[in-house]
């Protein structure tokens, strides 16, 4: 395990991608690719609001859903660090105040938590200034 710097994270070497759960890794597979990862040391979990909104008939925050369904099924919660990112939401870009607490309280409820460890924008939004963001 490695100690992520500033932070008292300690956090498997290889965080595990999840942008691909819930599109080309069906549930099944998904669930598969954590149970392998996390058995074998892996505690670290990356994802996004908008994962999968790419998808005919997804709306984005598949990813995240997978993710909290399986830390609930295995009951491994405080033993992962999940990071996610807020503002490339079709259906909520940006990173308004507003936008970051609700995106932040939705992905809360995906990932059947109330927490998560790592929290960032997924892009710049030139249309608010930095210091609003970062208030929030």
């Known amino acids: ?3 992520l710097p500033k932070t008292s994270l300690n956090v498997y070497p290889l965080c595990l991608g999840g942008n691909v759960f819930g599109f080309s890794a069906d549930i099944k597979n998904s669930e598969a690719v954590l149970d392998y990862y996390f058995d ?3 505690n670290f979990v990356d994802t996004a609001d908008m ?3 790419w998808a005919p008939g997804h709306v984005g925050g ?6 909290g369904n399986w830390m609930k099924r ?3 919660r405080s ?4 990071a996610s990112k807020v503002a490339k ?3 909520r870009p940006g990173l308004k ?3 970051i607490i609700a995106a932040c309280d939705d992905s809360l409820r995906r990932l059947q938590t109330d927490y998560i460890d790592l929290y960032y924008a997924h892009q710049d939004d030139p249309d608010t200034p930095i210091e609003e963001t970062l208030k929030t």
Do not use: C, F, V, W
């Open 1 to 3: 395990m490695i100690t």
């Open 40 to 42: 074998n040391g892996g």
């Open 51 to 53: 994962y999968s909104q």
């Open 62 to 67: 598949e990813s995240e859903t997978i993710i």
């Open 74 to 76: 295995r009951a491994n």
């Open 79 to 82: 033993k992962m660090i999940i």
């Open 89 to 91: 939401l079709d259906s």
């Open 97 to 99: 105040p507003a936008n």
